[in-house]
């Protein structure tokens, strides 16, 4: 490859450099600061400000790169489709109508692209790090989860129309919690938390390998209330990603469970499924909340995604090939020439609607084949083997799993907060499941 070519040159010129400095020794410790900064400030900081940690994460990456001796790339099958929806993006932007807006969102694909390359590169070399990181995004759940459980008890009043009640008993309507992510909404809640439910599981199985029991069930009380919380969003979306989530969790974990904890996990899960059930019998609201989905049109909220579907697949249909453009502004505007009257949109509610829209129907297709190989290879591994590995796998394609079910019906899998939650799941199914992929063994 010629850019390792390049990075060779580059190496031996800054040998001499790499040699001395203490800093460029230790360039590791500052990209793991930067990714658990961006982990940790995800909850609370702005889409820019999180940006920025992204880029810092990058940029010590690349100066790694450049002056670390043998550090290589290597692509793959799975980011050989990687490479191509980038490309394809890449000639969709060009070739938008509306240049300038779409090449700020292509600026933002580029940057979660770069924070996966980054965080794969980082973890190949560190993989002793990963409990860490994985600890960490638990961290984040259980203090959102915490705030949930505040916001739901003094009944925080809603920011938005966050659901229709003109047919709603008053016992019927719920508080949707919002947690402290921004922009406050409890879809993008419900989806952040979906997506790292998965991470709990450490602080469950970690413990039980090391017989720390007690640490174990405080762990298992964290994965409870990580489940409570994504039924307070009131996230309709985030329910169905749920029920695929547990069950994936059910049948990947039971499989690598030695026999001895193959009758406790049975005991949890009937314990679990019983929880579920009587909060679904007794709790009205949530109730209400799981019986609007079947509602259709009847549904306030379900009748404008379907009218925002028909409007976005005349769109799809004008612009098959090579899409409009990435970005949500640029969708916003050519959206305009599309929409019913009245139903004005950001988004498509759907992420692959909106992906074949922004990029052309070729680049759906590399994306999702990106996604699929990798969770193929995962689940594969994930049969053959019993170790440690494959419980960090089964935490990633379970996460991947539910921020793909979710984005059936809705687009805040975009949002930069479940974006690095997304990119970091799917490093760590690349890096536990070859042993090229971005880089060559040394």
């Keep these: 490859m010629i850019i390792n070519s390049i990075l060779s040159v580059s190496q031996k010129f800054f040998a001499p450099f790499f040699e001395k400095s203490i800093v460029l020794k230790n360039m590791d410790w500052l990209i793991f600061l930067s990714i658990i900064l961006l982990i940790i400030f995800s909850t609370i900081l702005s889409s820019d400000f999180l940006g920025y940690f992204a880029i810092i994460t990058i940029i010590l990456t690349f100066v790694k790169l450049l002056v670390k001796p043998k550090e290589r790339f290597a692509l793959t099958k799975s980011e050989l489709f990687l490479l191509i929806y980038f490309m394809l993006v890449f000639i969709s932007v060009a070739g938008s109508s509306l240049f300038l807006l779409s090449f700020k969102g292509f600026c933002k694909t580029l940057i979660y692209i770069g924070f996966y390359i980054s965080f794969v590169h980082y973890l190949k070399d ?49 508080t949707r919690v919002y947690g402290t992510l921004k922009p406050y909404n409890p879809n993008l809640f419900g989806g952040y938390i979906l997506s790292l439910l998965p991470t709990t599981l450490v602080l469950v199985i970690l413990p039980i390998l090391n017989k720390h029991y007690r640490t174990s069930f405080c762990g298992f009380i964290c994965f409870i209330l990580a489940i409570l919380t994504v039924f307070m969003t009131g996230c309709r979306g985030a329910y169905i990603g749920l029920f695929v989530e547990l069950l994936l ?20 899960s009937s314990i679990m499924s019983f929880l579920m059930l009587l909060i679904f019998l007794l709790k009205a609201s949530i109730r209400a909340r799981i019986f609007s989905i079947f509602a259709m049109r009847n549904d306030s909220s379900n009748s404008f995604r379907f009218n925002v579907y028909n409007s976005c697949l005349e ?40 992906i074949a829209i922004e990029s052309g129907i070729f680049s759906l297709f590399a994306f999702l084949s990106f996604i699929i190989l990798n969770i193929v290879k995962a689940i594969n591994y994930i049969r053959k083997r019993n170790n440690i590995n494959s419980i ?16 059936i019906v809705d687009t805040v899998f975009f949002r930069p907060q479940l974006q690095f939650v997304f990119w970091t799941m799917i490093g760590i199914i690349r890096v536990l499941t070859t042993s090229g992929g971005i880089y060559a063994k040394r």
């Design 126 to 174: 560190n993989k002793g790090k990963l409990k860490y990181i994985l600890l960490a995004l638990a961290l984040c759940v259980i203090g959102e989860s915490i705030v949930a459980l505040k916001q739901n008890f003094l009944s925080v009043s809603e920011i938005a129309g966050w659901q229709d009640m003109s047919r709603l008993n008053p016992e019927e309507v719920m």
């Design 315 to 354: 769109m799809f249909k004008d612009n098959w090939l090579l899409g409009i453009g990435v970005g949500n502004q640029n969708f916003r505007e050519i959206y305009g020439l599309y929409m019913r009257t009245g139903f004005d949109a950001l988004s498509a509610y759907n992420i692959y609607l909106e």
């Design 392 to 407: 960090y796998l089964t935490i990633a394609v379970v996460s991947v799993s539910g921020m793909l079910i979710h984005g």
């Design 249 to 268: 969790l059910a049948l990947l974990t039971y499989k690598f469970l030695k026999p001895v904890y193959k009758k406790i996990f049975i005991f949890f």
